[in-house]
């Protein structure tokens, strides 16, 4: 039998039998990819661990249990049959989409503790995990840019319901590329548990490894222009530089102080706080009354920089509020919370 009358699938069956054909190797991730996804899991971890409790008043406990690299039809395989995913896409220093794939329960769980129904997952319960996921990346953001120096943002999440099979959850995955690194993280939330996977594209894994290898690449030490370079083996001669000690500065107050005391800044009373569900927020209306954590006559806060400045007791000039001081932080205090302004 001539090759030209064999089929193209007998041709493979053949090879295959015979051991000739080359195998297509499974995505790895190399042990920079791997440290680099690492860093971002955990960061994710820990704003997931934040943000959540915050949101929903469950206790929330998130934990790393997988990291590899994979493709989109081993991604689909991995999801559980009823889930919710949410889409996002990062900017700036790391650009690229990123998916977030919960069970439908957990989702359920999560968005219930929100809006007050766990009984189904309606268009508000899909709203408000879409702000809960939301708030997470904005904390992942703000985090990833102190550990890897990375100005990024995301853009606003889209939550996607639907099962494995359906297109508008495969067509997603498949349009990430060939190598998606997957993180598997098990979440308890509430009296529900489940299995949560963070889908990185290429195209964010590849700004990972850029922004973690300028992380760790030490500065370049300074060097003053204009200074002669001395010959080789001879000495350095310079004048030796001693502090001055015409001026003591007042304990508790740095002595260059004085060069920031006209800056401006902006003080906030905070009368009180509440945490409220998602529903009740959108009833609100005129007339609505909203009670707060403070009992009537209890002194409020003064905050500055968002840190506790004071207390005092609310007051009327003329025709304006005021606050009368009561309570105050000694002065060192008071200069370490200017400190971040």
């Known amino acids: 039998m ?49 943000v959540w409790p915050k949101l929903t008043g469950l206790s929330i406990t998130v934990s790393l249990s997988n990291l590899e690299c994979m493709t989109a039809e081993q991604l689909i395989s991995r999801c559980p049959e009823k889930l919710l995913m949410a889409h996002n896409t990062h900017t700036g220093d790391l650009a690229g989409d990123l998916l977030t794939v919960l069970p439908e329960a957990v989702a359920l769980e999560l968005a219930g503790a929100m809006t007050g129904n766990k009984a189904e997952f309606g268009e508000l319960e899909q709203s408000a995990l879409g702000e809960g996921l939301g708030q997470l990346m904005g904390t992942l953001c703000t985090q990833l840019g102190r550990a890897l120096k990375v100005n990024t943002q995301v853009t606003s999440t889209q939550v996607i319901p639907g099962t494995n099979s359906s297109e508008s959850i495969t067509r997603p995955i498949e349009s990430l590329g060939p190598r998606l690194i997957c993180s598997a993280f098990k979440i308890s939330a509430g009296s529900t548990g489940g ?25 370049r030490p300074k060097v003053e222009p204009n200074r002669p370079s001395s010959p080789a083996g001879a ?40 945490a409220m569900k998602i529903r009740d927020v959108l009833e609100l209306g005129p007339g609505a009354v909203i009670e ?5 006559g209890e002194p409020v806060d003064l905050l500055v920089n968002d840190k506790l400045f004071a207390r005092g007791e609310v007051v009327v000039i003329d025709e304006n509020f005021g606050v009368r001081v009561t309570d105050i932080i000694n002065l060192q205090e008071r200069i370490e919370a200017l400190k971040d302004s």
Do not use: H, W
């Open 235 to 274: 000495e350095t001669v310079r004048p030796a530089v001693f502090e001055s000690f015409d001026t003591q500065p007042v304990p508790g107050r740095p002595g260059n102080l004085d060069l920031i005391l006209d800056i401006g800044l902006e003080v906030r009373v905070e009368l009180g706080r509440t």
């Open 2 to 50: 001539s090759a030209e009358a064999l089929t193209q699938a007998e041709i493979d069956a053949l090879l295959r039998a015979g051991g000739g054909a080359a195998t297509q190797e499974e995505p790895v991730l190399t042990p920079e990819e791997r440290d680099a996804a690492g860093q971002y899991a955990n960061i994710f971890r820990t704003a997931a661990q934040d």
């Open 292 to 296: 707060l954590d403070k009992l009537a």
């Open 195 to 219: 299995e949560i996977l963070l889908v990185l594209s290429g195209e964010v894994m590849d700004g990972l490894l850029e922004a973690v290898a300028k992380a760790r690449k030490p500065e």
